[in-house]
RNA sequence: GGCCCGUUGGUGAAGCGGUUAACACACCAGCCUUUCACGCUGGCAUGCAGGGGUUCGAAUCCCCUACGGGUCACCA
């Protein structure tokens, strides 16, 4: 049995996008499965598209990701080069073939020509097609427009009244008949290759067994298999997912702003990879049998478990809420210290700490994540959920000034800020514990009574987590501070 | 418009001729907790797009319709 091999050719013209890294996903897993290799291949044929950095960017996007390739531009390989553009003497080789079996042909048309042409048909209601105008001009008619100084494109001749069917791993058998395919274009004017004959020439000679791709591939496949056929190759095996879809049920565009789409945008956002991947992953596919039940998947689970026949014929919905909570369990079976080494940089960004924190205030951030840790959806979100440590005073809500208007509350506070003055342990948990218990006694307030005047006189909130190991980490002085503060202009605070 | 693909609850989905149609997200309720979050327990969802067949029996097989999507580029 021959070495799997798959690819993932993206185009320079973007950042990652999630469809893509899924595609890659799905290429990679089958590789490692089978023990092969995988490939990334730039397709960087459209230079009004490209943009400089978006190869880079894609690339680092997709180690980010944990997909790994065994050959491409940055380490090389057996079938370099691995970028389009450098591969033009391939092309020319394959291309002279053709036109020299009569399998391709020059077209003279222009833009305009071709553009009226086109919709002339739609105007008619026919569906848009090459008419084949330059299809049998003789030499002289082709000498005529060389000397009008047009230099002519080189256009496949697609047989007539034959029946070309795709063996879809995914889909089965598609047919489609040829009759409905025009000539299309393989090579522009300037020379480069188009897509369709790029892709065959490079998916042979680098040997790819399957291609894996999107849907939207589905009907260039007829035109890639009949490429194959006319150079002599033998087609890879076909794989087509379906599309990713917005929560609209529509195709997502790029500039859809209803959801994030880039996978760089998820990393800065404080996403995990694992979690992406584990997420993306099952987006149209599921693993078989009882192992459908669960969700939450290793890389190394997937490659065992992943195959190209449980690949979903049916289009998935984006849907974020279940990225976050896949994301969530991520983080909270993560280290503390991996997720304060990811929050870092955030609340530094937010101007709250330095980006080099180091000894005791880096072992405070580590405590301060440590209390946010399970609830975090995404690692940015540490900096609003924090936000009440890093200001001076506390900022009351509704629902706090509601608790501190309440009976009692200032006898409370009071009795709370005498026994922190008056003790001289060092401020730790366990000892506001104890502090607190003698406020008890003092006050005879408990339970609610106690709690939550404190916690709203300190932290301005009634909701938060564990009280203590909070107000330990805001410090001593910063407790006692807000809670005179609040004694002080308890009346205003209230009125505000 | 032609060709092609698809359609299981709000979402991801299992299901492969006989099931009370899994599981997960979301949602709701209860428990836990000083509160929130986490967690646990339970519930809801009145789901097989519609219509015809085939069959003793259909979410599962066939046909039609509807709807959604893809494609028909000198974009990939």
């Known amino acids: 049995m021959t070495k799997v091999r798959t690819r993932y050719a993206p ?101 305009e020509e071709l553009d009226a042409e086109r919709e002339k048909q739609l105007a008619e209601g026919v569906a848009p097609k090459y008419s084949g105008r330059c299809r049998h001009l003789s030499n002289e008619e082709r000498i005529a427009f060389e000397k009008e ?105 790029k500039r859809d702003e209803s ?25 149209g596919w599921a693993p078989e049998g009882e192992k459908a039940e669960e969700e939450i998947f290793s890389k190394e689970e997937l490659i065992d478990l992943f195959t190209l026949k449980r690949v979903s014929k049916a289009p998935a919905v984006f849907d974020s809420g279940k990225l976050k909570w896949m994301n969530n369990a991520y983080i909270k079976a993560s280290s503390l210290e991996r997720i304060t080494e990811l929050a870092i940089p955030h609340l530094a960004k937010a101007g709250r700490i330095s980006e080099t924190v180091r000894g005791e205030e880096r072992e405070w951030v580590k405590r301060l994540v440590g209390l946010y840790q399970e609830q975090l959806d995404y690692v940015a979100q540490i900096v609003d959920l ?41 401020f730790t948990p366990d000892h506001v514990k104890k502090l607190l218990k003698a406020v008890q006694k003092e006050t005879g307030q408990k339970g609610k009574n106690l709690f939550m005047p404190v916690r709203a006189a300190v932290t301005g909130e009634v909701h938060g987590p564990d009280l203590r190991e909070s107000m330990t980490l805001l410090g001593k002085e910063k407790v006692i501070a807000r809670l005179k503060d609040f004694l002080d202009r308890k009346p205003q605070i209230l009125s505000e």
Not at 181 to 197: A, C, E, H, K, V
Not at 215 to 240: D, K, M, W
Not at 401 to 416: D, R, W
């Open 11 to 111: 185009s320079p013209t973007g950042h990652l996008h999630i469809g893509g890294a899924r595609t890659a996903l799905f290429n990679y897993l089958w590789a490692r499965k089978n023990g092969g290799s995988f490939i990334v291949r730039i397709e960087d044929t459209d230079l009004e598209r490209n943009l400089s950095d978006a190869e880079k960017k894609q690339m680092e996007a997709l180690k980010w990701l944990g997909i790994e390739w065994d050959e491409s531009v940055d380490v090389g390989g057996p079938h370099a080069p691995y970028r389009s553009m450098e591969r033009l003497h391939l092309y020319e080789t394959y291309l002279k073939k053709l036109i020299d079996s009569q399998k391709a042909y020059p077209c003279y048309c222009t833009q």
């Open 149 to 253: 100084g047009r230099t002519p494109s080189i256009r496949f001749r697609v047989p007539e009244g034959r029946t070309i069917t795709v063996q879809d791993e995914v889909r089965g058998e598609v047919r489609f008949e040829t009759d409905g395919i025009g000539d299309f274009i393989i090579q522009r004017p300037d020379g480069r290759p188009t897509y369709n004959f790029a892709v065959v020439v490079d998916d042979a000679l680098m040997e790819i067994t399957h291609v894996v791709r999107a849907e939207e591939h589905l009907s260039n496949t007829p035109r890639q298999i009949l490429l194959y056929e006319a150079l002599g190759f033998t087609p890879p095996v076909f794989a087509h997912a379906s599309l990713i879809l917005n929560p609209e049920g529509k195709k997502m565009s």
């Open 259 to 283: 959801i994030i789409q880039f996978i760089d945008q998820y990393r800065d956002l404080g996403y995990l990879p694992e979690s992406l991947v584990n997420f993306l992953v099952l987006l």
């Open 386 to 426: 924090t936000e009440m440590f890093f200001r001076d005073e506390a900022a009351y809500s509704d629902e706090a000034k509601q608790v501190l208007s309440g009976e009692h509350v200032s006898e409370v506070i009071a009795a709370f800020v005498r026994q922190l003055e008056s003790s001289e342990e060092a």
